[in-house]
């Protein structure tokens, strides 16, 4: 997650941020900055959301969970709708060598380090975030 923290603290225009950060609380918060979070999403990311979905969005994980279903649909050639409720050999395209694509991809794409002992247990999307 620290390409991808980079990139949201690039936005910001501050030094650091973490999953926990709420940005709309960062000092010199502005429409502008949330417009460049929109538009990192869609470019760098490949995850657009509408307006209504980032203004339910606080935090960087919120937005790292968005990121993350959309990169997990491109692995496995789907739509991410096809994703919603998902897991570990619940879809055709999620056996266990898309398993390991992910997780492989997901380590160079968002800057993550899965231990080996933890792969196997990984089941949801939810347990790759951080």
Not at 12 to 38: A, H, K, N, Q, Y
Not at 57 to 64: A, G, K
Request: with cysteine.
């Amino acid at each position: 997650m620290d390409k991808f923290c980079a990139a949201v603290a690039d936005v910001l225009e501050v030094e650091t941020v973490t999953p926990e950060t709420r940005f709309r609380e960062i000092d010199g918060w502005c429409s502008l900055m949330g417009f460049g979070l929109l538009v990192m999403m869609e470019n760098d990311f490949h995850a657009p959301i509408t307006i209504d979905e980032f203004l339910s969005f606080s935090t960087v994980r919120d937005l790292y969970r968005v990121a993350f279903t959309a990169f997990a649909a491109q692995v496995f050639g789907v739509d991410k709708d096809a994703l919603a409720g998902a897991s570990y050999g619940s879809i055709e395209q999620w056996d266990s060598v898309n398993h390991l694509r992910l997780v492989m991809e997901a380590e160079q794409r968002f800057g993550l380090s899965y231990s080996i002992e933890r792969i196997p247990e990984m089941k949801t999307l939810d347990d790759f975030l951080p």
